[in-house]
């Protein structure tokens, strides 16, 4: 699967995006896992969020919780990550995810394909 991430860009503290992340996917989108990950100048890159294959449950970082909300639309390959009240402590490249895993997958190993990332800035 090919993963192509957009929506990043330059937004005031407290502001919002919605990143999204198309799949052209020689296997059906809906068996993946879907996850976006983050990786700030200098720090490791780190899970934001993860959704199951039918888009029921997800999984939130703690840094995340209450201000991202991630989706999937099966029918066009695409998930998204709605992005609320951002803090300059959330700038970086994010990243969409694809996994063959089980369930929700968190582990950034279990993630086998990446998409190119789109840059995330806020500004203070």
């Known amino acids: 699967v090919q993963l192509q991430a957009s929506g990043g860009g330059l937004v005031q503290a407290g502001g919002s995006l919605r990143l999204s992340c198309a799949a052209s996917?020689?296997?059906?989108?809906?068996?993946?896992?879907m996850g976006w990950f983050r990786q700030a100048p200098g720090k490791e890159r780190e899970i934001v969020a993860a959704?199951?294959?039918?888009?029921?449950?997800?999984y939130y970082a703690d840094s995340v919780k209450g201000r991202c909300t991630i989706s999937r639309d099966n029918a066009k390959n695409t998930v998204y990550l709605q992005m609320n009240s951002l803090k300059p402590e959330d700038t970086a490249v994010y990243y969409c995810?694809?996994?063959?895993?089980?369930?929700?997958?968190?582990?950034?190993?279990?993630?086998?394909?990446w998409g190119q990332g789109t840059l995330v800035t806020v500004s203070s």
């Open positions: 995810a694809a996994s063959t895993g089980l369930g929700v997958v968190v582990t950034l190993r279990e993630y086998a394909y």
């Open positions: 959704i199951r294959r039918n888009g029921g449950t997800a």
């Open positions: 996917a020689g296997r059906t989108f809906s068996s993946y896992v």
